[in-house]
């Protein structure tokens, strides 16, 4: 079956930042001082618990360095045996959650710049998100022109769960350095925990807490939308990133219900949401939420009335899936190609891009 | 198609609206500014009366914050689901090819050229000095 991965583009794998020195030695003295006199020994959230079993595969736990700790093991455990063509690395180590927006922005340089010498320095078949300080959406704009001409970083990474919905104003800055630079839009499941996951305040459980993510999708699709992002940026595309995918149909009927009745509070968005849905928004394919008999695949596509929507991603270590079974059943040859290569390379421009050096 | 009399024009001024009954369907009459329309009065949507309606205008945008609004009058929300109907042409704007309202030819005649007839005109007395208005359908 291997052959059949031949040239996938993975467009969801994690790099996983092995300990704080790692990024110390990514910066400034000042910095680098900073984090050795108080003590800090790294930002990470509750969203991936370092024993949850979903967290890491099994089989991606063994080693030292783990393989989602080195470059070399990435290409061991998925490059290398699939024949991947590339892969693009959507860091998660967690500077949203740092109050400090300085110290939000020096450790986002820090993680990519770590990015850009321990894993696409590494291997040529590795790209990656720029992680910013979205806290701050100047410093965010400041990062994103400092990683910019390497054009091996295709895309912008934010977290779902944020301290407002990502079509507002205040976010625009980085939408127009994005549309600039032909970077895309990364929106990850994940949160900065200074609101609860759920409309409704804090689950008690791991389970609700991974479940609710789908429900901030809702909010921050619902959100680009109707705050006229991609009419304000006609050029810009997002990526929703482990999200589950198949919540988006019933969100999209909704949403295009109460568009009708409402619409003149946005008249700015002209046409259906679903419009804007297939020409701006895509979907990394793990998880895909689907029920146990499986589901049609197609229908979906009939639902949205396009099959150029979903990405190929592994969505590397979590465990989303055994063996190699990295996509849902019901997938002939033509979509599984589109999938697999065709809707990465036209989500992304930057991948046809050259290497800057 | 016949040629019905339903109302007088007086008793649909500029701005108003009067629900007539055509063939047993509801029609409603619009007037904006002096010219009349005719258009069937069930939502294609849930079937709600749109002469029960709010009149407003056309807001259009090119970005974010801009607000256009031209044509005021000139659009009917149905009371229901707020959808927006142009009167002019019986379309909605959220989905201007598949939902729209039937439209019937409508025109004003005074009532010296009603005598002649055929017209079906079972609830009125024509006369002669006033001006009727006068559904297809």
Redesign the interface.
């Known amino acids: 079956m291997s052959g059949d991965w031949v040239g996938a583009i993975d467009c969801d794998m994690h790099p996983r930042v092995p300990n704080i020195a790692a990024l110390r030695a990514h910066m400034s003295e000042y910095w680098s001082d900073t984090v050795e006199l108080r003590g800090i020994e790294g930002f990470d959230t509750i969203a991936y618990p370092a024993n949850a079993p979903l967290t890491v595969r099994p089989d991606w736990r063994e080693g030292k360095p783990r393989p989602d700790e080195h470059a070399a093991g990435y290409a061991k455990a998925m490059l290398d045996p699939h024949k991947f063509g590339l892969a693009i690395c959507n860091c998660l180590y967690a500077v949203q959650i740092i109050r400090d927006e300085y110290m939000a922005a020096a450790f986002a340089t820090a993680v990519n710049a770590w990015v850009k010498t321990e894993w696409l320095d590494k291997d040529a078949r590795l790209r990656a998100s720029i992680v910013v300080p979205a806290q701050n959406p100047e410093l965010a704009v400041e990062e994103i022109e400092r990683w910019a001409p390497d054009s091996r970083f295709v895309q912008i990474l934010f977290l779902v769960g944020g301290e407002q919905p990502l079509g507002q104003?205040r976010f625009w800055p980085i939408y127009r350095a994005a549309e600039k630079h032909g970077l895309t839009i990364g929106i990850h499941a994940g949160s900065n925990y200074l609101h609860a996951v759920t409309g409704s305040g804090w689950p008690s459980y791991y389970l609700e807490d991974y479940a609710a993510q789908s429900l901030a999708f809702h909010t921050q699709l619902g959100s680009l939308i109707s705050?006229?992002v991609f009419?304000?940026f006609p050029k810009l595309k997002a990526v929703l990133i482990e999200s589950g995918v198949t919540w988006i149909a019933p969100y999209l009927w909704r949403l295009t219900k109460f568009?009708?009745?409402?619409?003149?509070e946005v008249?700015?968005i002209?046409r259906?949401p679903l419009e804007f849905v297939r020409d701006h928004i895509r979907l990394t394919i793990q998880p895909f939420d689907a029920p146990a008999a499986g589901v049609e695949i197609s229908r979906l596509m009939d639902l949205m009335q396009s099959d150029e929507m979903l990405l190929f991603a592994s969505d590397f270590p979590h465990w989303q899936f055994d063996g190699d079974a990295m996509l849902p059943a019901g997938i002939d040859a033509s979509l599984r190609k589109k999938i697999l290569i065709d809707n990465p390379l036209a989500a992304y421009p930057r991948l046809g891009g050259r290497h800057a050096t | 198609m016949a040629r019905h009399v339903v109302a007088r024009a007086s008793e649909i001024p500029p701005g108003a609206r009067k629900l007539v009954q055509v063939n047993g369907r509801g029609v409603v009459v619009f007037n904006i500014k002096g010219e009349f329309f005719a258009l069937s009065d069930q939502c294609p949507h849930k079937g709600a009366s749109l002469s029960g309606g709010k009149l407003?205008g056309l807001?259009?945008?090119?970005?974010?914050?801009?607000?256009?609004y031209s044509r005021a009058g000139e659009i009917v929300r149905c009371p229901w689901?707020?959808?927006?109907f142009d009167i002019r042409t019986g379309r909605?704007?959220?989905?201007p090819r598949r939902m729209r309202l039937m439209q019937f030819n409508v025109t004003v005649e005074p009532g010296a050229n009603l005598v002649e007839g055929p017209y079906v005109a079972e609830t009125f007395k024509v006369a002669v000095e006033d001006n009727y208005v006068v559904v297809e359908a």
């Open positions: 104003s705050e006229g009419v304000k568009w009708r009745g409402v619409r003149n008249p700015w002209d259906s | 407003t807001v259009e945008s090119g970005e974010p914050g801009a607000y256009n689901h707020g959808w927006e909605s704007y959220c989905d």
